[in-house]
């Protein structure tokens, strides 16, 4: 299913792309096992790094059946490197927005 939503996204900073297998031991490295971020969180932190690949995974499904665009967020500069992720899920004639970002970019007006 298509969806009416970009594939990729960029910005002056940024770029937001379709996750890859790969992602999972960055995404876990950066944030997933941070007790800090899950804090503001709906998941509890990852205690492996199989636990995010599943994770990945799921995105991954999700984009390609067209439910929903689980953009990878990274720096304009470096997107092997992902520092969050940001959920755009189609509700109706809405889009529901979350995000998550590595403590590290915290306070950097992303």
Known sequence: MSLPLPERLQTARLILREPRPADAARIFAAYTQDIEVARHMVWRPHTSQGETASFIAWCIDTWAAGRGRPYVLA????????????????????????????????????
């Open 75 to 110: 720096h304009r500069d470096d997107e092997a490197v992902p520092i969050g992720m940001l959920e755009a899920r189609l509700l109706g004639n809405t889009v529901d927005v979350g995000y998550v970002l590595q403590r590290a970019s915290w306070g950097a007006g992303l």
